[in-house]
Structure formats: C-alpha cells, structure tokens
C-alpha cells in the first residue's frame, strides 16, 4: 500500500516549509528579531510619547467632570489602563512560557522575561491608583473583594515569576520554572475578569469592553482609549529594549566564552 504523503518525506518537508511554519521560526530567532525590534523601537517610542502628551492633558484637564464622582473620576485614565494591561501582559507572559516549554525557544523566555517587571510594575499602579479611587468613593482604600483580592494575587504571580527567573543559576531551568508558574497562574486572569458577575463586589461592571455599546460618554471614552494605547505602546517598547538588551549581553557572553584562554 503506497504512504500518504502526510507520512512520506515530501510531506514532511511541505508541513516543515509552510509559511506559517516558516515565518514562526523566523521571528524566534534572536538575530531577526534584534534587527525588527531595532526597526520598530523608534516608531513605538514616539507613538507613546505623542499618546502621552495627547491623553494626559486631554483625560486630566480637558475631559468633563463625572456627574456623580466630579473630578476625582479622572483617576480611571491610569487606574483603568494599567488594570487591563496587568491582564493583557500576564497572558502574553503566559503564552510566551508555555511556547518555551514546548518547543524551547529562547526568544519566548526573553519576551517572558521582560514582561514580568512591566506587568508587576501596571499591576502595583492599578492597585494604588484603585486604592486611592476608592477612599473617596467607598469611604475605604481597600476591601478584600474578590477584584482587589484576584488583582492583589495577580501581582504576587509576577513576583513569584521574577523570583523564579532570579533565583535559578541556570538560564533554562529559571525559564521553565517561571513558564510553568506562569501557567498555573492563568486561570487568575478570567478570575479577575469575571470576578464582578461572579460575586458581589464595590467595583461596577464592564463599561468599555462589552459586546454591545460603551457606557461611557465619548468625551471621557476617547482620551481613556488613548491612554489606554499610550500604555500599551510603552510596555511594548519596554519589551523590546528589555529583549534586545539580552539578545546583546548573551551574544557577548557567548563571544567571551568562545575565545581561547591565554596559557599562563
């Protein structure tokens, strides 16, 4: 009986050379990925910073005052960012793990590496900017509700995540420890997601990302989602500064541990 060409070595090497196949290849390698991130750090960099001086002034002084809050409101336009980035960079540091642990790439363990501190660092922020929304508007800085509770562990993940990832002599071993823990940690996110349908919290439901309209007027939607972008571009070029350092310091590691010893 003649082999399908699934199994025979044609067929090997047309699934091996597919696009797709080739392209995912390509952008994990370090070599490739230094020169595109050298190529996209000054369009990001500059995005960020017009998004800043854009959103900045537009949320804290220009945008109305909220009928009920006044102008303590204006808080959510780094507290609301930061809190749904914590997310975003969690997953995709969860993400880049698993596909060190499958298929080790080094290129994920670097971009996993480089996302925990900015994670931990918009994680730490939604919880001091929460907390200071929170005093005038609920009278307490802090209730052990399960956001505050989901979101408070959310930051102790990333920390446990960089303490892996320090702790361990070994490159790899810290990078699959830090991969797997990160993994395990997922499940928080939709925990911290959902956590205001699930149970009873102080927190109000979704009023960006629904299914059906924003509940939010436009004059405060807008300048929230240009700092919403504001933040996104600064912790991916933070990511690509964060990863291209390591691509240089490995490469100059790997030349000093290539050069021949002088004899004494």
Known sequence: M???????????RVSRTHPLVVRFHKLGSPAYFHVLAGRLLPWSAGATAMLFLLGLPWGLAFAPPDYQQGESYRI????VPTAALSLSIYMGMAVCGAIFLIWR???????????APVGAAYTFLSLVTGALWGKPMWGT???WDARLTSQLILLFLYLGVMALQEAIEDREQGARAAGLLALVGSINVPIIKYSVEWWHTLHQGATIF??????????MLWPLLVMLGAFALFALTVVLIQVRGEI????????ALSRPRSAP
């Open 141 to 143: 800085y802090w209730v």
């Open 248 to 255: 240089i310091a490995r490469r100059l590691e790997a030349l």
């Open 76 to 79: 959510i336009f780094v507290h």
């Open 2 to 12: 003649a082999r399908s060409a699934a199994s025979s070595p044609a067929g090997s």
């Open 105 to 115: 790439m080094k290129l994920a363990a670097m971009v996993a590496r480089a996302c």
């Open 210 to 219: 629904k299914i059906d309209r924003p509940s939010m007027d436009p004059a």
